[in-house]
């Protein structure tokens, strides 16, 4: 019998929800980097075998809302708990629970649908009784799971344990599918990562990336990519464009490579800087950027 079942990971800022689901997927389809509220969207990823199909869900990390784009992921959050098989609630090992963590334990409690507890980065600490234990208090997760999303440990067996709960259903998409999330979405994800990962600290929450324009060369060898880095204050492009122009050079050449191995050609990356001051507070541009569903 084949199963087929959708499966919302939700958690903290930080825990390695893209991680996993990287991990899982065996593509890079979630940006990954240590600064809160890197993911934005609810990134749908597929996985398939013989035996199952599991859709999985991506969510931001549940965070306070400061602005219009704070209020947008937690409203991807809130849409993406509709109409689940299973809640993947993660957490890591590195401290205790918090409110924030409790906060979402009592949200996912009201949904009535099976929940797992998953502690991640079993490899960096070995706290895993102690969080399993605060865990189980809440008296609501089916089964608690120790892995780690980056080496890739106990993954095989957090599938294996889904299969057990999703019900028997048809293949909801081609076995190649792998993402709801169009190329041109992940790239500007992809130079938003490099963005994140290079800027200083009070830089990377108001970066934003838009494609421009994406086209092959005459030649056709060549996949010609035009990106705009928006961000808030004339002092943040400064720093993004870096003493001439370093910094935009160094996010540039990390993206192109990220770009190359997931479009499989070449790529030309031109990136331009615009300044628009608080832009995470206007619905057009918003929208322009891809956060959906405005």
């Given at each position: 019998m084949f199963r087929s079942g959708f499966v919302t990971i939700v958690g903290r800022p930080n825990v390695g929800k893209s991680t996993i689901i990287n991990n899982i997927i065996g593509e890079k389809i979630s940006i990954i980097s240590d600064k809160p509220q890197t993911t934005r969207n609810k990134i749908q990823a597929v996985y398939t075998d013989d035996e199952s199909q599991i859709i999985f869900i991506d969510t931001p990390g549940i965070?306070?809302?400061?602005?219009?784009?704070?209020?947008?992921?937690?409203?991807?959050?809130?849409?993406?708990?509709?109409g689940m098989d299973l809640v993947i609630f993660m957490t890591d090992e590195r401290k205790s629970l918090g409110p924030g963590d409790k906060y979402i334990i009592d949200k996912i409690k009201e949904l009535k649908i099976p929940v797992f507890g998953v502690v991640n980065k079993i490899d960096i600490n070995k706290n895993f009784q102690n969080v399993c234990k605060e865990l189980e208090a809440f008296d609501v997760f089916e089964s608690i799971h120790s892995i780690s999303a980056s080496e890739g440990?106990?993954?095989?067996?957090?599938?294996?344990?889904?299969?057990?709960?999703?019900?028997?259903?048809?293949?909801?998409?081609?076995?190649?599918?792998?993402?709801?999330?169009?190329?041109?979405?992940?790239?500007?994800?992809?130079i938003r990562e490099k963005a994140l990962n290079y800027l200083m600290q009070?830089?990377?929450?108001?970066?934003?990336?838009?494609?421009?324009?994406?086209?092959?060369?005459?030649?056709?060898?060549?996949?010609?990519?035009?990106?705009?880095?928006?961000?808030?204050?004339?002092?943040?492009?400064?720093i993004i464009i870096g003493k001439q122009g370093s910094m935009l050079k160094k996010i540039g050449k990390a993206s192109r490579k990220e770009i190359n191995k997931l479009l499989g050609s070449k790529t030309y990356l031109d990136l331009w800087v615009k300044v628009k001051k608080d832009w995470r507070d206007d619905e057009k541009t918003l929208k322009d950027l891809g956060y959906r569903d405005w």
């Open positions: 965070h306070k809302p400061k602005n219009k784009l704070g209020e947008y992921m937690s409203q991807e959050i809130d849409s993406s708990l509709d440990t106990n993954i095989d067996k957090l599938i294996e344990k889904i299969k057990t709960i999703i019900p028997e259903g048809p293949k909801y998409y081609p076995d190649e599918y792998i993402t709801d999330m169009p190329e041109r979405f992940i790239i500007a994800e992809l009070e830089v990377p929450h108001g970066v934003g990336v838009y494609i421009d324009k994406i086209e092959g060369s005459d030649d056709g060898n060549v996949i010609n990519i035009n990106a705009t880095i928006m961000c808030e204050k004339k002092s943040h492009k400064g």
